[in-house]
Every structure is written in C-alpha cells, then in structure tokens.
C-alpha cells in the first residue's frame, strides 16, 4: 500500500534519523558504540523503554543500518544515529543519561585487564566528549576493565571541571544479575525473586558476593557458598570460554545494563528508595580505595 498522510504524520524517515510525531514525554538517552555485541541488544531494550523519549545511537560503524531497525519498533522513543568522530557531539547534546558499552571484548585466556590499552583511550575519547556536550549527563560505564575504566573517566572529568562523582556509575548490575540467577538455582527459587548484594571491584576475586546479606534470608553450607563465589566470580570467564573466541557475555550485559539504566532514569525521575549496586567513587574503612563496588540509593545520589 503507498504511504498514506496518517503514515507520514506517524513517522518522517530521513536517512537514519527517525522522528515520531507525539513521542512521549521523557528523558533523552545515548548509547555510545550501539553497533557492538552488547550495544545492539541494548539499544532495542532502551527503544523498550518507556521512561525514554529520545535515544541516540552512536558508534564508529554500522550505526546507520542500526539505527534504521531499531527506528522501525512503534515504540515512544525518538531514534536518531550518529555515525565517527565527527557526529560524537551531535550524539551526546542533551543527553541525560550516556551508556558506554565501546571497546573490544575478552577472548579465552586473556583478563579483563588486556583490554585497558585499547579500551582506556576509548573512553577517554568519548568522556572527553561528554564532558564538552552534556556534562550533567548520568554516566554509566560498561567498557572493561571496569575497575580501570571508571577512574579513567573520573580523570578526564575531573580535568574538564566536569567531575561529580555521584553521577558516574560503573555498570556491574551483571554480576548481581548472575549471582540472583545461580543463587536461585541453589536454593530452588525464582531467580526473579532473589537479591544478592556484589560489592567490590569487576574482575576475578573482587567480585564479592554478600551471599550472607542475601534476599530473602536463607543460609549456605560451605560447600555451596565455595561453589557459588566461584561461579559468581568466574561468570564472565564461563561465557568467554563458551563462546571460544568469539567475544564476551553480550545479551545478559545488555539486560543487566537495561535494567541498571531504567534504576538510573526511575531515579532521575524521582523515585524513592532506588537500590543497586554500582562500580563508584567512595572511600573504604580498612583501605583507601579511590573506586568501590558498593550498594547505592538512586535517587539520593542526585537530589
Ligand atoms: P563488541 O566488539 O561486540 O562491540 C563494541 C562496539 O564498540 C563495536 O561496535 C565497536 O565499533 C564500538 N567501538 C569501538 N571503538 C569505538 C569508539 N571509539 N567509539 C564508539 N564505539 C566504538 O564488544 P561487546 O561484546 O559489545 O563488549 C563491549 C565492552 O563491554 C567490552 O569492553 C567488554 O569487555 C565489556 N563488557 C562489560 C561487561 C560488564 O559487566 N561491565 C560485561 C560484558 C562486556
Ligand atoms: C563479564 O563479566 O561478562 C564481562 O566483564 C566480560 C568479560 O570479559 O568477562
């Protein structure tokens, strides 16, 4: 059937920008490298989203065809691509909230920490740009080494004079995500009906379940809690090695950092009592640590 007037009101495709009439209300989202293994899966969740009104997608590649698909689901979010250097500024105007899953992934045998050289400079690049466009923007860093890449945009802020810690939030919502999942499975529970507090660091024996603190209360043998802060650990490792080169855990990052980028949005909307836990700036009793996984309450982070 040719286009009708009523379709052309509903929506005017200009290359890769997608502009749907009546959006709704809501807040205005980038995700930084939207064309990867994660970024893809993650763009679609936050297209989902309807506290959402505009979502941009950018990446060094790919992003029109992207951005083309993604525009196609008659959800509220207005879809716009960016594509190279070029476009950064164009995609981070106005964000309230930036989603930086760039960077290359883990191949068997390698540590989270191999990817610093190369991940490091991205971020740098794309917080630089933050900083410039949208400097109040709510960041949250997917890039690994998250333990690295955290402090390494705190740097860039902090130099720009941009730098509120309590705006900047590593994404480590996989590791609870895992560890309600394998917790459940212990204990024959919903998984969905399970919280299990991770504080620490991203990487190997900083990951560190609270699997005493667990929702709802229940106990371990210590066969069971050596097992499950093994697995819990390990979990990245897991999907590494069975993917065999491949790349890294992608479609349960991209719920885990969905779910973690709704908390932030519920948040800045005003939401009490938002709780997750977050890769943050915060200093630590025993040792002096610049950056720590901790629990956070949401909304007071920013109000
Ligand atoms: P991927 O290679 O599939 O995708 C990465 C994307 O980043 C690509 O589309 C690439 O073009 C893009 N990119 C590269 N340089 C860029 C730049 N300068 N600007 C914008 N985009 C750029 O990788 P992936 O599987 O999506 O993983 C991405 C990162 O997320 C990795 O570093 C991985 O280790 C990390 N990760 C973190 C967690 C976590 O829990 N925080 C979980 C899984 C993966
Ligand atoms: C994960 O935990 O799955 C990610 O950090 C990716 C990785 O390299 O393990």
Redesign the pocket.
């Known amino acids: 059937r040719p286009p009708t007037s009523q379709m052309e009101e509903v929506a005017i495709l200009k290359g890769s920008d997608c502009r749907a009439k009546g959006a709704a209300p809501g807040f205005k989202v980038a995700v930084?490298?939207a064309?990867?293994?994660?970024?893809q899966p993650l763009s679609l969740l936050m297209k989902m989203n309807p506290l959402v009104s505009v979502l941009h997608l950018?990446?060094?590649?790919n992003t029109p065809g992207v951005t083309a698909d993604i525009s196609h689901m008659n959800t509220g979010a207005v879809v716009r691509g960016f594509l190279g250097q070029s476009q950064l500024e164009s995609a981070l105007t106005g964000m309230d909230l930036v989603i930086i899953?760039?960077?290359?992934?883990?191949k068997p045998g390698m540590t989270?920490d191999d990817?610093f050289n190369i991940?490091a400079g991205?971020v740098r690049?794309?917080c630089e740009g933050i900083a410039k466009c949208c400097p109040n923007a709510i960041v949250n860093v997917?890039?690994?080494p998250?333990n690295s890449t955290v402090p390494i945009a705190a740097e860039v802020f902090k130099k720009a004079g941009t730098y509120d810690p309590k705006r900047l939030l590593g994404?480590?919502t996989?590791d609870v995500v895992r560890a309600n999942t394998f917790v459940g499975e212990v204990l024959g529970l919903d998984p969905r009906d399970v919280n299990v507090p991770v504080v620490g660091g991203?990487a190997g024996v900083t990951i560190l379940p609270l699997l005493s603190q667990v929702n709802p209360p229940c106990s371990f043998t210590s066969e069971e809690i050596s097992y499950l802060t093994s697995r819990i650990q390990n979990g990245?490792t897991e999907v590494v090695e069975a993917k065999a080169g491949a790349?890294?855990?992608?479609l349960s990052?991209a719920y885990a950092a969905a779910k973690f980028a709704d908390a932030c949005l519920r948040g800045l909307r005003g939401d009490a009592g938002i709780v997750e836990c977050s890769y943050i700036a915060c200093q630590v009793t025993l040792v002096t640590l610049a950056h720590f996984l901790t629990k956070l309450t949401l909304p007071k982070q920013w109000f």
């Open positions: 930084l490298g064309s990867g293994g994660i970024g950018y990446d060094v590649v899953p760039a960077g290359i992934p883990r989270r990817l991940n991205i690049t794309l997917i890039s690994n998250v994404v480590t996989l991203h990245g790349g890294s855990a992608t990052m």
